[in-house]
């Protein structure tokens, strides 16, 4: 792979050079540039100059980089990535690390180094399949001491709304979780119950007015289709179609309007996670406005959804039998849905897009769709697999940046540190080939299990380096130095 990047270290050797002072810059500074330069709302000829702290300090256009490039400034490092497009770190909302208690299937060192490889300088770490899960504060405590250390990336915490405890959110939420979530059907986890009605009324009451988000699984429970048939008679369940007629789009629908009918009691965010079934986005549509109607001020009328790149690249047709690397839920469907998705994410009506990075060990996969563990590992391509579809739909840059960053770090109400090309943001940066493709192979891989339904497919786009904080972390597909994440809780916890 050519490196096109041009580094140069101006350190014109005049002690105590007065210009610096003349232009406010303190040593240590880094100036990025790019003939694309790409915000969630446009693309232009220009730089990003980034102070001694790792802040992004101004967003300049190329005549006011050249005007900074003929001045002679101390120690000024720039770094020109060409026609490599400079865009702000992938922030992704919705990843299942496991650690600790299920580290076999995942952990911080190898799901962090993952992101940093794919360009993802934020992830938020989901409240189950780790044991303990993020359901109390002396197990986030747990939590956040096995990931200190370790993190490559930066990364937050969703915590967990489960039967019995109300009484622990209010302390999850003043030790910093970005929010919690909920399951409205079987999580396949028995430490993480699903919740009812009840424990849903009680959850709400106590978040009201904490300005936190509730996020859904958004499947409801029914007479659960899947476990019901063994035996002969019994559809295959080494068919993709067996599975997938036993979640049918009614599932997600049904949890919809459920959740839907809680609104008009609560000021909380509600967060619908990897919508799958197109049908859920006008539900929603008129639940927000029904909100906004009654006043509530707060983004997008407090009712959000995200869906996940395997609803965007993956289709039920295509899927053969036998392959559980393909199994997750909701389920994948059918080519018309995934076309309708993206005419929502034309139109602006989903939110953000995450991977749900939910891996598992290969003995749980296996051939038979019924009883596989559900979940896709994807964490490390969330770029250029959504930029693999977007561009062939014409999209641009600035799309992806809406989807996988800044809205994800709205979500998670990290929108004033994360997700944007913006100065007082941290200057957490990629360069990314927009044009340039690779083979998913277990080699190029660095989470834990390489199980992929994307393996040995050619993906459009290549995250060429990682920037967290103004830190060199991942170049020439190689991680630079140790761990140098943080993980976003609150001060003092
Ligand atoms: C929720 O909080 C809002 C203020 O943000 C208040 O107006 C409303 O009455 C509260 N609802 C309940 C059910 O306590
Ligand atoms: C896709 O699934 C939907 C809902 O299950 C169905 O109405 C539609 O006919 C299907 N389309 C195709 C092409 O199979
Ligand atoms: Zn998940």
Known sequence: MALRFTIFLLTIATANCRIIDHIHQPLGKQLFLSRRVVTDSSEFDGGVLVNDKGKIEAVLKRDVVNSILTQQLDNLKVIDGGNLALMAGVVDSHVHVNEPGRSSWEGYVTATQAAAAGGVTTIIDMPLNSIPPTITLQNLKTKAASAKEEIFVDVGFWGGVVPGNQRDLTDLIKAGVVGFKCFLTDSGISEFP????????????????????????????????????????????????????????????????????????????????????????????????????????????????????????????????????????????????????????????????????????????GSNFMTAWGGISSVQFDLPLFWTEAKARGHSLSMASHYLSAGPARLAGLQDKKGSIRPGLDADLIFFDPDASFIVTPQVIRYKNKISPYMYRVLTGKVMRTYLRGQLIYADDELIDGPKGKMLLNEGF
């Open 194 to 365: 699903m919740v009812t009605r009840n424990d849903l009324a009680e959850a709400f009451a106590v978040l009201n007015g904490s300005g936190t988000v509730l996020a859904f699984h958004a499947e409801l429970s029914q007479n659960d289709k899947s476990t019901a048939c063994s035996g002969p008679g019994c559809p295959d369940p080494i068919l993709y179609d067996t599975y997938l007629a036993s979640r049918p789009d009614e599932m997600e629908i049904n949890a919809v309007s459920f959740v839907a009918s809680f609104l008009p009691q609560t000021d909380v965010h509600v967060h619908i996670v990897h919508v799958s079934a197109e049908g859920v986005i006008p539900i929603l549509e008129q639940a927000r406005n029904e909100r906004i109607k009654a006043g509530y001020k707060g983004w997008r009328g407090g009712v959000t959804a995200e869906t996940c790149n395997h609803y965007l690249s993956l289709s039920s047709e295509m899927i053969p039998p036998g392959h559980s690397e393909y199994k997750c839920s909701p389920p994948v469907r059918n080519i018309t849905n995934k076309m309708k998705l993206w005419e929502y994410i034309n139109d602006k009506r989903l939110d953000l897009v995450a991977s749900d990075h939910s891996p598992s060990v290969a003995e749980l996969k």
